[in-house]
Antibody, heavy 123, light 110 residues
Framework: EVQLVESGGGLVQPGRSLRLSCTASGFTFGDYAMSWVRQAPGKGLEWVGFIRSKAYGGTTEYAASVKGRFTISRDDSKSIAYLQMNSLKTEDTAVYYC??????????????WGQGTLVTVSS | EIVMTQSPATLSVSPGERATLSCRASQSVSSNLAWYQQKPGQAPRLLIYGASTRATGIPARFSGSGSGTEFTLTISSLQSEDFAVYYCQQYNNWPPVALTFGGGTKVEIK
């Protein structure tokens, strides 16, 4: 059974940093791209970014709203994906979901989701 | 960036009835379109990818159609567990990659 478990959320002041982790199980983690999607309170879904598998270079892509501030990385030996969030803004307040990306190159849909972790940016 | 527009924002349907949800892309996304279901307090769940392929374990009452800029999610006979918010997402916009979701359609009990 595929499982994705996020951790690291919490309350943080504007301008500070936070790192989220996503621990995966139930599949060969290194074979898949992994992504982060967020949802502000009472709002819709917003893609944050993803990291390709090592087979496709392990490269990353980001939404314009977070590019230059957020960094996604992965540790295939531990089956963990990370989201490093710097220079946080109040508008980054959201539930952050870790997702597995579809199994084919450029199949950038999200076939499994974690339960999410809440990040609140407030002074 | 490709803008995804869903309609209606809210759909009131009686159990057992058919529900038809629409999703429009601001430019062609071919068949690179997915649908998700989200219930209150839960993470979204993948229903459809490739515009019309049901994900693993998704009941046959859910079907997707369309290509290019116009897409439809149909729930043939609504069950109580189907009342939720539904999102479409395009994944055609690369490079650069800019994945976008629609604003959602809430399916509520009439």
């Amino acid at each position: 059974e595929v499982q994705l478990v996020e951790s690291g959320g919490g309350l943080v002041q504007p301008g500070r940093s936070l790192r989220l982790s996503c621990t995966a199980s139930g599949f060969t983690f290194g074979d898949y791209a992994m992504s982060w999607v967020r949802q502000a309170p009472g709002k819709g879904l917003e893609w944050v970014g993803f990291i390709r598998s090592k087979a496709y270079g392990g490269t990353t892509e980001y939404a314009a709203s977070v590019k230059g501030r957020f960094t996604i990385s992965r540790d295939d030996s531990k089956s963990i994906a990370y989201l490093q969030m710097n220079s946080l803004k109040t508008e980054d307040t959201a539930v952050y979901y870790c997702t597995r990306v579809g199994p084919w190159l450029r199949a950038y849909y999200f076939d499994y989701w974690g339960q999410g972790t809440l990040v609140t940016v407030s002074s | 960036e490709i803008v995804m527009t869903q309609s209606p924002a809210t759909l009131s349907v009686s159990p057992g009835e058919r529900a038809t949800l629409s999703c429009r892309a601001s430019q062609s996304v071919s068949s690179n379109l997915a649908w998700y279901q989200q219930k209150p307090g839960q993470a979204p769940r993948l229903l459809i990818y490739g515009a019309s392929t049901r994900a693993t374990g998704i009941p046959a009452r859910f079907s997707g159609s369309g290509s290019g800029t116009e897409f439809t999610l149909t729930i043939s006979s609504l069950q109580s567990e189907d009342f939720a918010v539904y999102y479409c997402q395009q994944y055609n916009n690369w490079p650069p990659v800019a994945l976008t979701f629609g604003g959602g359609t809430k399916v509520e009990i009439k």
